[in-house]
Antibody, heavy 119, light 107 residues
Framework: QVQLVQSGAEVKKPGASVKVSCKAS????????ISWVRQAPGQGLEWMGW????????HYAQNLQGRVTLTTDTSTSTAYMELRSLRSDDTAIYYC????????????WGQGTLVTVSS | DIQMTQSPSSLSASVGDRVTITCRAS??????LNWYQQKPGKAPKLLIY???SLQSGVSSRFSGSGSGTDFTLTISSLQAEDFATYFC?????????FGPGTKVDIK
């Protein structure tokens, strides 16, 4: 069965960086994209960016451009999201999602990783 | 960027009610519109993709319609397990964007 298993919760200080991993299993990793979506406490869903697992092409949300980097390791079917220069308003649950290429809807979600930014 | 709005932002309904949620895009997105359900403390779940296609394993009481800028999600007969927040998402172009959500709770 398809699974996306994310790394554990993180607590970071303002200005630090965080890197969240997402290990995929149960399907051919390079035939689907990966997007990252975050949700601040009590808030809605915010799309952060997308990566093609086939060629590494990326698209990022403009408000995160320059602070976020998405990468993949096809040898381990793992996707990574790194967010730098963390601020308190980056406190959120971060989800990796399987993205159906060409139509970009999210049919499988990771369990979420809580990132808390606090001094 | 394509902006997504939803109405209402919340609603109260009873088991057995027919519920309709509306999603509007700031420009035409053809049928590139998807719906998700999220329950407290859980990851969202895909219900409908491409405006009206039911995701595998999702109850047939959920249906979607629309094209262009106006879309609806309908729950034909609300069940206890349907009390949740519903989000629409456009997949017409990057950046992908979500609506703000509609919370459905018990009347």
């Amino acid at each position: 069965q398809v699974q996306l298993v994310q790394s554990g919760a993180e607590v970071k200080k303002p200005g630090a960086s965080v890197k969240v991993s997402c290990k995929a299993s149960g399907y051919s990793f390079t035939t689907y994209g990966i997007s990252w979506v975050r949700q601040a406490p009590g808030q809605g869903l915010e799309w952060m960016g997308w990566i093609s697992t086939d060629n590494g092409n990326t698209h990022y949300a403009q408000n995160l451009q320059g602070r976020v980097t998405l990468t993949t390791d096809t040898s381990t079917s793992t996707a990574y999201m790194e967010l730098r220069s963390l601020r308190s308003d980056d406190t959120a649950i971060y989800y990796c999602v399987r993205d159906v290429l060409g139509v970009e809807y999210f049919d499988y979600w990771g369990q979420g990783t809580l990132v808390t930014v606090s001094s | 960027d394509i902006q997504m709005t939803q109405s209402p932002s919340s609603l109260s309904a009873s088991v057995g009610d027919r519920v309709t949620i509306t999603c509007r895009a700031s420009q035409s997105i053809s049928r590139y519109l998807n719906w998700y359900q999220q329950k407290p403390g859980k990851a969202p779940k895909l219900l409908i993709y491409a405006a009206s296609s039911l995701q595998s394993g999702v109850s047939s009481r959920f249906s979607g319609s629309g094209s262009g800028t106006d879309f609806t999600l309908t729950i034909s007969s609300l069940q206890a397990e349907d009390f949740a927040t519903y989000f629409c998402q456009q997949s017409y172009s990057f950046p992908l964007t979500f609506g703000p959500g509609t919370k459905v709770d018990i009347k």
